[in-house]
């Protein structure tokens, strides 16, 4: 089956635009997860959302926002933009469905969106 | 507060040697752990879950609760195994997506 697409793959932008980044998640995944990677803080969870629902939220400003649609495709939206924004953001799919200990599920990534601020 | 923690940045060996690669965790309950790896121009995959208790491409980790450790080892390094390889948390909170990961160990694998 077709894995996890992110458009667009490569962004560049200026210091106070914003951006709005799209994830596609595998057909029949209904949660969906954000990252941000940098050389120097690594992979960070931004948000994740379930359902059209923010499901949980990581350590990150308001001007970092995301939705879901009805069809599980998300998005993530960062406003005005800041120079240390750019990374490489990757989206995970998962089917989410809920549990205890042991039903974390395999997360399937993205191939990620670089964004450049300048 | 919940953290991963991996030593080493880059791990160097010869084709045949044992590999082990750190991973120290931080995490008040009961935890699940993970090992990511990213190959070469690949996507982030799953190696291997420490619920599961398996061995993926030759490689295992094993829980250590009193040492807080998820150590990643095999024991005859081949050169396909050069790659990054981030030891993960689950960041639990009812959410199946949260993950907490480490900074990374690139293992590079010599002929």
């Known amino acids: 089956k077709a894995g996890v697409t992110q458009t667009p793959r490569y962004l560049i932008k200026t210091r106070g635009q914003q951006v709005t980044l799209s994830c596609s998640p595998i057909s029949g995944h209904r949660s969906v997860s954000w990252y941000q990677q940098t050389p120097g803080q690594g992979l960070q969870f931004l948000f994740e959302y379930f359902s059209e629902t923010q499901r949980n939220k990581g350590n990150f400003p308001g001007r970092f926002s995301g939705r879901q649609f009805s069809n599980s495709r998300s998005e993530m939206n960062v406003s005005t933009l800041e120079l240390g924004d750019s990374a490489l953001y990757l989206c995970?799919?998962?089917?989410?469905?809920?549990?205890?200990?042991?039903?974390?599920?395999?997360?399937?990534f993205g191939p990620g969106t670089r964004l450049l601020v300048l | 507060a919940q953290r991963v923690t991996q030593p080493e940045k880059l791990l160097s060996v010869f084709k045949g040697a044992p590999v082990e690669l750190k991973c120290n965790y931080s995490?008040?309950?009961?935890?699940?752990l993970f090992w990511y790896v990213q190959y070469s121009r690949q996507r982030l995959q799953l190696l291997l879950r420490?619920?599961s208790r398996e061995s993926i491409k030759g490689f295992t980790a094993d829980l250590n609760k009193g040492e807080t450790s998820f150590h990643l080892k095999k024991p005859f390094a081949q050169e396909e195994d050069s790659a990054m390889y981030y030891c993960a948390l689950s960041g639990g909170g009812g959410s199946q997506g949260n993950l907490i990961f480490g900074k990374g160990t690139k293992l590079s694998v010599k002929p």
């Open positions: 995490y008040s309950g009961s935890p699940e």
């Open positions: 995970a799919s998962s089917r989410g469905l809920a549990g205890g200990p042991g039903a974390q599920e395999t997360q399937y």
């Open positions: 420490h619920i």
